[in-house]
């Protein structure tokens, strides 16, 4: 097999001077000579000797033809001339002799000042004392999402300590006003109270506003019994909240009937949206099971 032979070539860059090598600047290693054909060029390193190993680096390797490659590498020993007899090339099974090598990169740093008069000594360097402390730029994103961040933390907290004064006042309240009817009791009183007094209750055509009048009604016993048997104040606050709160504290309950609990909440919202098409037997069915969803309810406290 032929010998290799490679030649040196600097790429011209903007802002760099034409055909001078400093640190860092990629360069070429044009190659001359048979490879072998199954070379797996995707594990290709250079062999080199430890005390060498900062002089060069492969930084890619491609085929011009058959019997040419560039081999892109780049150095960052600079002021010493770098000469290596026989750099080698080597996928880790196969190794290919790439002959003699030889660069010089040139030092980007300023040469150290001449004496003022023949026979002096050049003034001492100094090194750079420490620099700092720096002043390094915030961006104002980052003030933004640290306010937004902590606006939510806070946010959450006085929710938190909102609805926790809610459930003392309701219970509070519910000690002043308790009423000698239990909660299950009261609920079963104002429903009687209400099939005796409004027409949906009576068989026939109701009076149009009694429909309206029942569903809301219904609602409102439901919560006062939710209110009144668990401590929650369901007459104020949201169906998310109250599901939440029944399911933290009461998990049976919630286990067992908090889907229908769910659903009851939904169908109500949604007749109140709508109460131009509410019919009675609409009302009859909520009416029915809510009282339903109170008894078992009762039934697993």
């Known amino acids: 097999m032929a010998a290799i032979q490679c030649k040196v070539e600097i790429p011209n860059i903007g802002g760099l001077k034409d055909g001078e090598l400093t640190v860092g600047r990629e360069f070429f290693l044009v190659c001359d000579g048979e490879f072998p054909r199954d070379l797996q060029q995707d594990k290709l390193q250079l062999v080199v000797a430890p005390e060498l190993k900062y002089s060069i680096k492969l930084q890619n390797f491609e ?7 560039d081999l892109k590498v780049v150095s960052y020993t600079a002021g010493v001339p770098v000469k290596i007899d026989n750099l080698q090339l080597t996928d880790g099974t196969q190794t290919v002799d790439l002959g003699l090598v030889q660069f010089q ?9 001449k004496p003022a008069n023949p026979g002096e000594q050049a003034p001492k360097q100094e090194p750079f004392g420490p620099i700092g402390p720096l002043n390094i730029p915030v961006p104002p ?8 961040v902590l606006g ?11 609805r926790s004064i809610q459930r003392r006042k309701i219970i509070e309240r519910l000690k002043e006003h308790d009423s000698a009817l ?6 079963h009183q104002s429903l009687r109270r209400m099939q005796r007094t409004n027409t949906v209750f009576f068989g026939g055509t109701p009076k149009p506003e009694d ?11 439901l919560k006062l019994y939710i209110t ?12 998310r909240l109250i599901l939440k709160d029944l399911k933290k504290y009461h998990p049976k309950v919630y286990q067992d009937t908090g889907n229908e609990l769910e659903k009851m909440v939904k169908e109500f919202q949604h007749a109140i949206e709508d109460k131009a098409k509410l019919s009675k037997s609409d009302v009859l069915n909520l009416s029915k099971r809510a009282r339903l969803l109170v008894e078992d309810m009762e039934r697993l406290s």
């Open 63 to 69: 085929f011009r033809s058959p019997t040419q490659a």
């Open 152 to 162: 939510v933390i806070a946010l959450f907290a006085a929710t938190k300590i909102f």
């Open 105 to 113: 990169l040139v030092s980007v740093m300023p040469p150290p000042p």
């Open 211 to 221: 429909v309206p009048l029942a569903l809301d009604d219904t609602r409102h016993m």
């Open 141 to 148: 994103a980052y003030w933004i999402g640290l306010a937004l």
């Open 228 to 239: 009144r048997r668990y401590k929650i104040p369901a007459l104020e606050w949201s169906p």
């Open 182 to 187: 239990s909660p299950i009791a009261e609920f």
